[in-house]
């Protein structure tokens, strides 16, 4: 694979301008050239886009953190990956049909129920607080899909602006038109196109919208797959990675980035691969 691992360190180079934050001397701090997200946060182990699932997976030692953001009823952006609220509050109904306060009032701890206590809905403000003085970089999901939330692109990019944090953050959407409306307000802001089917001329498509990364699924990510992103100069960041085997493959073969649940499996795979 050492042509894949050429292009990938030609990535952190020219690209360096544009806020990947892979300069050469962050890259030779880090153990592996694949960056390490957390899925939702430390969510193999800890409430999924919980305010305690961020903090855990920055204490297991992650290089990113992966999260959903959605607006309120009020105008507000949280962060809650399912539109529906039953599968982690246990609530009817879906995000935007509820108040900041109403959907605080709920618990987002889903299938850990009491186990860590209550866990609410956080707003982007609040885990932009979390990280503002941290070296961790964040990938927001514009879950713009069901709902298109009008907007959602300014206000996202207004708050990233407000906490000066535009070095350091990655945009990924399912909605395409989300991620060309977003690269249109901040061009160097790096975009990931999210996809989970067999897009055939994926990549050029990825080019001709002007996205730097392509975000998916593991499934269909195999060694030809990452020759072709290598040809067109196109990075993979990938979901959701939690199995060792995967973590290894993926890791070897230098892709951009994994997003898995389990940041602290992917942590000890780079000291492995390392040594």
Same mark, same amino acid.
């Given at each position: 694979?050492?042509d894949?691992k050429?292009?990938?360190?030609q990535?952190?180079?020219c690209?360096?301008?544009?806020n990947?934050i ?5 890259a030779?701090m ?5 960056w ?7 969510s193999g182990?800890y409430?999924e886009n #919980?305010?305690?699932?961020f903090?855990?997976? *920055? /204490?297991a ?7 959903d953001?959605q607006?309120? @009823?009020?105008?507000e952006?949280v ?14 109904g879906?995000?935007w049909?509820y ?5 605080k009032?709920?618990d987002?701890?889903?299938k850990f ?5 209550k866990n609410?809905i956080?707003?982007l403000?609040e885990y932009?607080?979390?990280v503002k003085?941290k070296e961790?970089?964040?990938n927001?999901?514009?879950? #713009?899909?069901r709902?298109p939330?009008?907007? *959602? /692109?300014k206000?996202?990019?207004?708050m990233i602006?407000e906490y000066g944090?535009? @070095?350091r953050?990655w ?7 989300s991620?060309?409306r977003?690269?249109?307000l901040a061009?160097?802001?790096?975009c990931g196109l999210?996809?989970e089917s067999?897009?055939?001329g994926?990549f050029e498509?990825a080019k001709?919208?002007?996205a730097?990364?392509v975000?998916?699924?593991?499934y ?6 990452v ?9 993979i960041n #990938?979901?959701t ?6 973590i290894k493959?993926?890791?070897?073969w ?5 997003i898995g649940n389990y940041?602290d499996?992917?942590?000890e795979?780079k000291?492995q691969?390392?040594?």
């Amino acid at each position: 694979m050492k042509d894949l691992k050429i292009f990938h360190n030609q990535v952190c180079v020219c690209t360096a301008t544009t806020n990947l934050i892979c300069t050469k001397s962050r890259a030779e701090m880090r153990l592996n050239m694949t960056w390490n997200f957390a899925h939702r946060g430390f969510s193999g182990k800890y409430p999924e886009n #919980t305010m305690l699932a961020f903090e855990k997976a *920055i /204490e297991a030692g992650c290089d990113g953190i992966e999260l959903d953001v959605q607006i309120s @009823k009020d105008g507000e952006l949280v962060i809650i990956h399912d539109e529906r609220l039953k599968r982690t509050t246990g609530n009817s109904g879906f995000v935007w049909e509820y108040t900041l306060k109403e959907l605080k009032a709920m618990d987002a701890s889903g299938k850990f129920g009491d186990t860590f206590g209550k866990n609410e809905i956080p707003t982007l403000r609040e885990y932009f607080e979390l990280v503002k003085d941290k070296e961790i970089i964040t990938n927001v999901e514009l879950k #713009t899909g069901r709902n298109p939330y009008p907007g *959602i /692109e300014k206000r996202a990019l207004s708050m990233i602006d407000e906490y000066g944090l535009r @070095k350091r953050i990655w945009v990924s959407s399912f909605n395409h038109y989300s991620v060309v409306r977003f690269k249109e307000l901040a061009p160097e802001i790096p975009c990931g196109l999210l996809e989970e089917s067999w897009i055939v001329g994926m990549f050029e498509y990825a080019k001709s919208l002007g996205a730097d990364f392509v975000h998916p699924t593991r499934y269909i990510v195999t060694e030809e797959f990452v020759h072709e992103a290598a040809d067109q100069r196109i990075g993979i960041n #990938t979901w959701t990675v939690n199995e060792i085997e995967d973590i290894k493959r993926f890791m070897e073969w230098e892709l951009h980035g994994i997003i898995g649940n389990y940041p602290d499996r992917a942590l000890e795979v780079k000291k492995q691969i390392q040594v």
